[in-house]
């Protein structure tokens, strides 16, 4: 495992994370023209690398780019193809990992809960509460200006899976080509449809979905481990073994919620209900040897707004997990076979 975090090029930014010994960035490449271009992803590279780290993985192909594919609207065709071109470029640049989300409304969230630890901010989702807002609960860290405030229109599962399936047709044998592997992000929070709009990447047989419909080496998860934790009735860590032995597990976020769909608080790592240390050795038993990044974080006194406080807090317990299962290795063997 490999542990990293998000940062645009801000130098600042790029120091932060090597103080706290990374090697890792995850980034997101503008896409002004509506694909990622081969110059661009280059100087990015480049400048990431002055400051003595890797980028393996794009964290996420923009919904803009392909909102139209989404939805089944005319000019989905046009979009694809810049996904194609995006993805050629993505490979070209030598960038392993890209992924994206097939949320047609976005993340969702609610509310920030006001009695964390100590006065700490958790990001929260309530369904109850969303039912009363709906259009509130779309406005979590921002609004796409892709997303209507409201759909114009409803979309059920099996018209939302027709279009997702074909955007996988389409992309998956050029990833192949490129040498990319696309990874997809679940829904989050994962519930089956949301004001008409079905919600298809929700659970784990929808994961599982996923890589059926396009079977491929370059067909795979970005596994959320928080989203899939809040998924109702899932053991977070049997789920890292499922796909983590079929190979496809591409990239990794690492949090732990308390809580499930329909409820639950973004936590500190140390007071959520996953054991994240039997999720650490899940990853090890696996083989995973891919990109884990710390993802969402609870909002703590005197943080900036890049929430470095709170990062490195997370970022120090996920390496404290390595390395006590790194020491202690002999009494955790793996469990079963890769």
């Not at 032995?245 to 936590?267: L, M, W």
């Not at 790592?269 to 994240?276: A, H, L, Q, S």
């Not at 997990?321 to 290795?329: C, I, K, R, T």
Request: aromatic share 10%; with cysteine; charged share 20%.
């Amino acid at each position: 495992m490999k542990i990293g975090l998000h940062a645009g090029m801000q130098d600042d930014a790029l120091r932060f994370i090597r103080q706290l010994g990374l090697r890792q960035v995850i980034s997101a490449p503008p896409a002004p023209d509506g694909y990622f271009d081969l110059p661009t992803l280059l100087r990015m590279k480049t400048h990431f690398a002055s400051f003595v780290l890797e980028w393996q993985v794009i964290e996420n192909l923009p919904t803009q780019l392909y909102h139209k594919a989404m939805w089944g609207l005319p000019g989905r065709d046009e979009q694809i193809e810049n996904c194609i071109r995006s993805i050629r470029n993505v490979g070209a640049a030598g960038i392993p990992v890209l992924q994206y989300g097939w949320m047609i409304l976005g993340g969702l969230r609610t509310e920030y809960s006001p009695t964390g630890r100590g006065g700490a901010r958790y990001s929260r989702f309530d369904l109850s509460v969303a039912e009363r807002h709906p259009v509130a609960a779309m406005d979590w860290l921002g609004s796409d200006p892709c997303y209507p405030k409201a759909p114009d229109r409803k979309l059920d599962a099996d018209e939302a899976w027709q279009h997702y399936a074909y955007f996988l047709r389409c992309l998956v044998p050029v990833a192949e080509e490129a040498g990319v592997k696309l990874a997809i992000h679940p829904d989050d929070p994962p519930i089956p449809h949301y004001m008409g709009v079905a919600r298809i990447i929700s659970s784990l047989d929808a994961l599982q979905r996923v890589i059926d419909t396009v079977p491929s080496p370059n067909n795979g998860l970005g596994f959320c481990q928080g989203t899939i934790a809040t998924m109702a009735g899932v053991d977070v860590v049997e789920a890292i073994y499922r796909f983590g032995r079929q190979g496809k597990i591409f990239f990794a976020h690492f949090r732990n919620p308390r809580g499930q769909s329909p409820r639950f608080d973004e936590v500190f790592p140390d007071e959520g209900d996953t054991d994240m240390f039997a999720a650490v050795r899940a990853y090890r038993d696996v083989g995973y040897d891919g990109v884990m990044r710390i993802d969402h974080c609870p909002s703590v006194v005197g943080d900036n707004e890049r929430s470095d406080r709170s990062f490195a807090y997370q970022v120090g317990y996920a390496k404290g997990l390595v390395a006590a299962l790194q020491s202690f290795e002999p009494h955790f063997p793996p469990r079963g076979g890769h």
